[in-house]
């Protein structure tokens, strides 16, 4: 994985899946299980999409932060956020998907807000030095 592409390729990939995976939990509900809750039979595809996504998305992101594009990190959980927002919603149109649906939607936002925010200094700094 030496070309930055395709670690970002990877990485929508992988959060897309975890972000799926999120709504499929929502469509589907918990059910009440002796060590806790968990999703109901069906839902397995959902689980492994869940950890394997977050794994593979988590390495994805942190192996960026060594490139030019550290900056634009947090987009690849946000596309991948964004593909959960629509995957809940066209799963179904209850409140609960609606909910899930707007939770996700914030998590992308809150994303791309906190690297703004983050990168604002640095711009200010950048603009300063050109302009003298």
């Not at 988590?58 to 947090?74: G, I, N, P």
């Not at 936002?109 to 711009?123: E, I, K, T």
């Amino acid at each position: 994985m030496l070309n930055t592409g395709c670690r970002v390729a990877l990485g929508v990939v992988a959060s897309s899946a975890f972000f799926w995976a999120v709504a499929g939990a929502v469509d589907l509900g918990l059910e009440r299980v002796q060590r806790g809750f968990a999703l109901p039979d069906g839902g397995e595809w959902y689980t492994l999409a869940l950890f394997v996504g977050f794994i593979v998305a988590y390495f994805s992101v942190a192996s960026l932060t060594d490139t030019a594009v550290e900056r634009y990190a947090a987009l690849v959980p946000a596309a991948g956020a964004g593909f959960g927002v629509i995957s809940c919603v066209l799963m179904g149109q209850q409140t609960r998907h609606w909910a899930g649906a707007a939770v996700m939607a914030l998590i992308g936002s809150a994303l791309l807000l906190m690297v703004h925010l983050r990168n604002r200094p640095r711009r200010a700094r950048l603009d300063a030095g050109a302009a003298e």
